[in-house]
């Protein structure tokens, strides 16, 4: 019982500057956006994932108003991890103008997420 609940907590957005995303709001939250979108497809069983999680809220936070942070469940929304080959998470892409610019595989430091999201401001 306190695995569900502690998971329940770890995996909410409450609190996070990042927008949860799902197939069916992929479109318009991500290739429509008229700013840089950093997607974070994770899941809830992935430890790595819960890893990078509160880097992901940081650069939300860091970059509001320039860029946009959105997470995506791939257990919940297979469609779009299909669509952008996800095999492995956490994988970070990063899209602009509707497009995938880069995509960055596994749990990296702030650093290199840091870096990668530059590239495209």
Do not use: H
Request: hydrophobic letters at 40%; aromatic letters at 6%.
């Amino acid at each position: 019982r306190a695995r569900v609940v502690a998971r329940a907590e770890e995996t909410s957005t409450s609190g996070s500057l990042a927008t949860v995303v799902t197939d069916a709001t992929f479109e318009a939250e991500v290739l429509k956006s008229d700013v840089p979108v950093l997607v974070d497809f994770w899941a809830p069983w992935c430890g790595p994932c819960r890893m990078i999680a509160p880097l992901i809220d940081q650069l939300a936070e860091e970059y509001q108003g320039k860029l946009k942070a959105v997470k995506l469940n791939t257990d919940e929304s297979p469609s779009v991890a299909t669509e952008y080959g996800i095999r492995s998470i956490p994988t970070v892409m990063i899209f602009k103008g509707g497009q995938k610019m880069d995509t960055v595989i596994g749990a990296v430091p702030k650093s290199t997420l840091t870096g990668t999201v530059e590239k495209y401001l």
